[in-house]
């Protein structure tokens, strides 16, 4: 499959999960600290799982924004997405994550809102990425 590259962007981590992360352009910087669940001492920094989190909840809200007009649909103000995502090890070795996405979009009429949210599920760049290699859940809050 080929992509049509609109926009990209790099980044570079030092330290691995106990390090820090930037993006070449300086926007962005992050201290990283592994989570006390894998091993870790805690403390002050995000993981790679709460961007990643962070990322596709913030993805999948843009999707539901590009699709709507589509559908004949306004994504209201409020709308929330809210990502959940999960780290451990799979049976087949390695380790693998998990997706929950919970979306949030009052006003809408119940069955507006699925169509939205599956319709969503097919653009949204993360959502693609992770078809067939990552377990998503999608609830409609």
Same mark, same amino acid.
């Given at each position: 499959? @080929? *992509?049509? *590259?609109?926009?990209?962007?790099?980044?570079? !981590?030092?330290?691995?999960?106990?390090?820090?992360?930037?993006?070449?352009?300086?926007?962005?910087? /992050?201290?990283?600290?592994?989570?006390?669940?894998?091993?870790?001492?805690?403390?002050?920094?995000?993981?790679?799982?709460?961007?990643?989190?962070?990322?596709?909840?913030?993805?999948?809200?843009?999707?539901?924004?590009? /699709?709507?007009?589509?559908?004949?649909?306004?994504?209201?103000?409020?709308?929330?997405?809210? !990502?959940? /995502?999960?780290?451990?090890?799979? @049976?087949?070795?390695?380790?693998?994550?998990? !997706?929950?996405?919970?979306?949030?979009?009052?006003?809408?009429?119940?069955?507006?809102?699925?169509?939205?949210?599956?319709?969503?599920?097919? *653009?949204?760049?993360?959502?693609?990425?992770?078809?067939?290699?990552?377990? /998503?859940?999608?609830?409609?809050?």
């Amino acid at each position: 499959m @080929s *992509v049509d *590259v609109k926009y990209r962007t790099t980044a570079t !981590a030092t330290g691995g999960r106990d390090g820090s992360a930037k993006t070449a352009d300086g926007s962005f910087e /992050v201290k990283l600290a592994t989570p006390k669940e894998l091993g870790g001492a805690g403390g002050p920094g995000a993981n790679p799982e709460q961007l990643f989190a962070s990322g596709y909840s913030a993805c999948f809200l843009g999707a539901l924004k590009a /699709v709507a007009p589509s559908l004949k649909l306004k994504v209201p103000a409020e709308t929330t997405v809210t !990502a959940d /995502v999960g780290i451990g090890p799979r @049976s087949e070795g390695g380790f693998g994550i998990t !997706a929950d996405l919970t979306v949030s979009l009052p006003g809408l009429d119940r069955a507006d809102a699925q169509k939205l949210v599956d319709a969503a599920h097919q *653009v949204c760049p993360y959502s693609n990425a992770t078809r067939g290699n990552v377990d /998503v859940g999608l609830t409609l809050a």
